[in-house]
């Protein structure tokens, strides 16, 4: 059992078949095919193709290795085949759905400060700088450090990030303060600079 499956025993299913959760490997994989669902998708922002959708399930069904060796082999396009009967059967917007609802549930959402800057961003960390991350902070080699599930991986490297001084991560409570402070400013009631604000 892989450090991802005893963390995360969740399964996902897209047109009956179960995904494993997802890894680095499994997001560098996507990406290296050119599968729109490499990242993290939007879920109005996503038009399934067949063959897409096929692919993404042929690589997060199965470890990101195995999955690897699959690629441009006979047995990639028979199970890709297997594959697009089932989804056409399942229905291919709602395979979709599943698939985007499986990956955004893999990808966390980090919003921090920049204090250089400033400004406030969200999270979209390069995959290779967070591979490399989990290889030198957690001591990993290459092939344990693809398969950390995603968010694990994302988080660790936010988390360090903030230890070094280069973010502050923003919880929940400095998203709901940030919004307040955008009401009031639209609104126009905003103390002016240098008002003494006193407590009753």
């Given at each position: 059992?892989?450090?991802?499956?005893?963390?995360?025993?969740?399964?996902?299913?897209?047109?009956?078949?179960?995904?494993?959760?997802?890894?680095?490997?499994?997001?560098?994989?996507?990406?290296?095919?050119?599968?729109?669902?490499?990242?993290r998708p939007?879920?109005?922002?996503?038009?399934?193709?067949?063959?897409?959708?096929?692919?993404?399930?042929?690589v997060?069904?199965r470890?990101h290795?195995?999955?690897?060796?699959?690629?441009?082999?006979?047995?990639?396009?028979?199970?890709?085949?297997?594959?697009?009967?089932?989804?056409?059967?399942?229905?291919?917007?709602?395979?979709?759905?599943?698939?985007?609802?499986?990956l955004?549930?893999?990808?966390?959402?980090?919003?921090?400060?920049?204090?250089?800057?400033?400004?406030?961003?969200?999270?979209?960390?390069?995959?290779?700088?967070?591979?490399?991350d989990?290889?030198?902070?957690?001591?990993?080699?290459l092939q344990?450090?693809?398969?950390v599930?995603?968010?694990?991986?994302c988080?660790?490297?936010?988390?360090?990030?903030e230890?070094?001084?280069?973010?502050?991560?923003?919880?929940?409570?400095?998203?709901?303060i940030?919004?307040?402070?955008?009401r009031m400013?639209?609104?126009?009631?905003?103390?002016?600079?240098?008002?003494?604000?006193?407590?009753?």
């Amino acid at each position: 059992m892989s450090f991802a499956t005893a963390v995360f025993p969740d399964r996902y299913r897209c047109a009956g078949m179960a995904l494993l959760p997802h890894t680095l490997g499994h997001a560098l994989l996507l990406q290296r095919l050119g599968n729109p669902f490499a990242g993290r998708p939007q879920a109005d922002a996503v038009s399934p193709r067949l063959g897409d959708v096929a692919q993404a399930l042929l690589v997060c069904s199965r470890p990101h290795a195995e999955a690897l060796r699959m690629i441009d082999t006979w047995r990639e396009r028979v199970w890709l085949a297997v594959a697009s009967w089932r989804v056409t059967r399942a229905g291919l917007a709602r395979t979709g759905d599943e698939l985007v609802a499986y990956l955004q549930a893999a990808w966390p959402t980090i919003n921090w400060w920049q204090p250089a800057e400033g400004r406030s961003r969200r999270s979209g960390a390069d995959l290779l700088h967070v591979l490399i991350d989990r290889q030198i902070r957690a001591g990993l080699t290459l092939q344990e450090a693809l398969g950390v599930h995603l968010p694990v991986a994302c988080w660790a490297a936010a988390i360090e990030a903030e230890r070094n001084g280069a973010i502050s991560i923003r919880g929940e409570l400095d998203e709901e303060i940030s919004r307040a402070y955008d009401r009031m400013k639209a609104a126009g009631r905003l103390p002016e600079p240098g008002t003494v604000i006193r407590r009753n």
